[in-house]
């Protein structure tokens, strides 16, 4: 790969090359807990493609696409630049989405499925008037949820607030809004749970619950709302 | 379901609804569940069949109802906010009805090239059958999420084209003048449980059962 130099403040039109100065790629992080950990509510078998196969494939092509932007952007093509807006956007999607799920699980005897306690069970109170209320919510949200994409619980920064929301493909949460922060998120792709639900969504819904990570959730809401 | 009775503008008397409405059921499939394996399983077509298509129409005839019930009322916000549920479940209707006449068993023509006039269309829009075929299972494998892809006819321009929609948005979305020819599902449900992640497989082995000679049919009556 050629030489990047990054000259002062002058650019160089035609030998300068501007290009990213390296470019961090990525690679599939580790799951905490064994793909079988997580059933009768998700299968292993679930757990191991998404895993291996779809996670995997996004931080490939969003690698890939990373690598294409770089040498767009060393050439000062902007054609190139914007098509690849696309490919990076749903993969690097894919890729942050991803890891935020397999923190957001957790097997039942490490805390899978055990209700917020703290700061975040009393602000989901106050914002839902129970957990029952705002996971029945989330589920219709989920299950309404036309085509692929996620559900998620979010803390509003700005306003204070949290917030049920929905996005489509991997598209990641900040599209909906800059002040949105991930605190669950449910993959409601239908590679998510087909193998073992099948059709029926709803079930994959309400069984997820049992295996939810309220820990993580509230160590990301704690980190935001000091 | 009360009498309609279109009349002249009295605001508060006349209801002004639909004349009827004309709900739908799941069409048959022309051939049994198992007949176009080894290429899609009998699984896979019941479930696709029976629960999704099924559900398509089941929840477009709810809408359709609540529309005519908001089309009598005047209450144009929920006309408006009726019509997402509309477009998906009344275009999950459509493509499906499509894609299963798409589809053939082998005994029954299943995987024949295309003959006479849609076979030489072919040839002269893309070059060759193998070049259509690559370049649909292309478009197909690329589609981010869930969607169709077409292989069209563009009666305007009097061209075949290959286009995608998300979702169940229906191909006339894409252009008004555009003809299905040949539609394939690449939702997860049209192939996960027999080829799990490996999309581009079952977009390989699907032309082993796609029916031309419906799809010739439908080309000749729109090109005569």
Redesign the interface.
């Known amino acids: 790969m050629a030489f990047r130099i990054l000259a002062g403040a002058k650019i160089l039109a035609r030998s300068g090359v501007l290009g990213l100065r390296r470019i961090q790629t990525f690679s599939l992080p580790d799951l905490p807990y064994d793909y079988g950990a997580l059933e009768p509510a998700i299968s292993g078998e679930i757990m191991q493609?998404h895993h291996q196969?779809?996670h995997q494939?996004y931080i490939t092509n969003y690698n890939k696409a990373l690598e294409q932007l770089d040498s767009a952007i060393s050439y000062g093509d902007a054609s190139a630049t914007v098509k690849l807006q696309?490919a990076l956007k749903?993969n690097g999607g894919g890729h942050i989405n991803h890891s935020i799920f397999w923190k957001n699980l957790a097997p039942v005897r490490e805390g899978g499925g055990e209700p917020p306690k703290g700061s975040l069970g009393s602000f989901v109170d106050s914002n839902f008037g129970s957990l029952e209320a705002l996971v029945q919510k989330i589920n219709a949200e989920g299950a309404a949820l036309?085509?692929?994409?996620w559900v998620w619980l979010a803390l509003d920064k700005e306003l204070k607030r949290l917030v049920v929301e929905t996005t489509?493909?991997?598209d990641p949460l900040v599209t909906k809004g800059p002040s949105l922060v991930p605190l669950l998120g449910i993959d409601v792709?239908?590679?998510a749970y087909?193998?073992q639900y099948?059709?029926v969504k709803p079930d994959y819904l309400k069984n997820i619950w049992k295996v939810i990570n309220w820990k993580y959730a509230s160590e990301v809401y704690d980190k935001e709302s000091p």
């Open positions: 493609i196969k779809h494939t696309s749903f036309q085509g692929s994409g489509a493909n991997q792709w239908e590679h087909y193998l099948k059709n």
